[in-house]
């Protein structure tokens, strides 16, 4: 059975700090993807992005960066010099493919506050 | 582009009722899954539907069905409502495929209030 593990309830942070939320996986299948998601306060989940399991190479985009580590079911999300913009809950998910069939186990969330 | 649309954005019903959701895919998507989302917690599989057939299914009673129409656009149907059953209902269409997953994108939900 698929499971995401996201033990950081609430983190809270002032602008300009470095902040990284944690992402552990369950997964029996040797194929599968993992997400981020981001869901402010106006409640619409905002896709980030998408890792398949052969992927292992870490993902830079501005600010945000991924560290996909195999060997210890992690899918770790940093915030590089955060805003207050980045204030909202965010998802890690994982998803199993079974021809034709996705099933997407999201995480509990973080929410991320970042202090002015 | 549009995105993802879902009506009605709110609905307020009683318990024992039937509700019906809708939403419409971006254009060119052809899977849509279902999510129930309860306050404070993480989205939660309901249906997944890709070229007008169910390929996925959540741990969700029957109360619960759903169908795609030839123009990929999906109704959730509820039925004998509970309160437990208020939540926000997430909509999220996909290209879709057999050998990928690939992202998903949210419409902005149905907020449903069972009293």
């Known amino acids: 059975a698929q499971k995401v593990t996201q033990a950081q309830t609430e983190i809270s942070v002032v602008e300009k700090e470095d902040v990284t939320l944690d992402c552990v996986y369950e997964?029996?299948?040797?194929?599968?993807?993992l997400f981020w998601y981001k869901q402010p306060p106006s409640g619409e989940l905002v896709f980030l992005i998408r890792?398949?399991?052969?992927?292992?190479q870490n993902e830079i985009s501005g600010r945000y960066s991924w560290n996909f580590q195999k060997s210890t079911s992690s899918f770790n999300f940093t915030i590089t010099a955060s805003q207050v913009v980045d204030s909202a809950v965010y998802f890690c998910?994982?998803?199993?493919?079974?021809?034709?069939?996705?099933?997407?186990?999201f995480g509990p969330g973080t929410r991320l506050s970042v202090l002015p | 582009d549009a995105g993802v649309t879902q009506s009605p954005t709110h609905l307020i019903k009683t318990r024992g009722q039937h509700v019906t959701l809708r939403c419409s895919p971006i254009?060119?998507?052809?899977?849509v899954s279902w999510y129930q989302q309860v306050l404070g917690q993480g989205p939660q599989f309901i249906f997944q539907y890709y070229e007008k057939e169910e390929r996925g299914r959540g741990n969700f009673p029957d109360r619960f069905s759903a169908r795609q129409f030839p123009n990929y656009s999906s109704e959730l149907n509820v039925n004998a409502l509970l309160l437990g059953d208020s939540a926000l209902y997430l909509c999220a269409s996909s290209t879709g495929g057999r050998s990928a997953v690939y992202e998903q994108y949210f419409g902005p939900g149905t907020r449903l209030t069972v009293t």
């Open positions: 890792r398949n399991s052969f992927d292992e």
């Open positions: 254009s060119g998507h052809k899977s």
């Open positions: 997964t029996r299948d040797t194929t599968y993807y």
């Open positions: 998910a994982l998803s199993e493919s079974d021809n034709y069939g996705q099933n997407f186990v």
